[in-house]
Nanobody, 126 residues
């Protein structure tokens, strides 16, 4: 399975971006996809996940107000809509999947992920 995140770029504070995670090698509608971000030198931060069966979603508490996860099964792609972006949102954003049974965290998202894609850089700056 392969995942490829895209859609990053430079955006002004208050702006929006939509990131895409294109999945190949398995059908999106069966498995969970999660979004993360990481600033160099800092711990990776969980954002959200969307499950295959039923499409239920989970968000880290600090992310739910401005970030929205969605998917298009026909395109085998998961999206992350990011609104009212702030300079502290600057990071490399990654998507990942877990192909098996998983232990959930308090958001309902997997604690562990099996496969990771290359990230996409988001820079929020004026």
């Amino acid at each position: 399975v392969q995942l490829q995140a895209s859609g990053g770029g430079l955006v002004q504070p208050g702006g929006s971006l939509r990131l895409s995670c294109a999945v190949s090698g398995h059908h999106l509608d069966y498995y969970v996809i999660g979004w993360f971000r990481q600033v160099p030198g800092k711990e990776r931060e969980r954002i959200s996940c969307i499950k295959g069966a039923g499409g239920s979603v989970g968000y880290a508490e600090s992310m739910k107000e401005r970030f929205t996860i969605s998917r298009n099964n026909a395109k085998n792609t998961v999206y992350l809509q990011m609104d009212n972006l702030k300079p502290e949102d600057t990071a490399v954003y990654h998507c990942a999947t877990n192909l098996g049974d998983f232990v959930s965290d308090q958001t309902g998202c997997p604690v562990e992920y099996d496969y990771w894609g290359q990230g996409t850089l988001v820079t929020v700056s004026s």
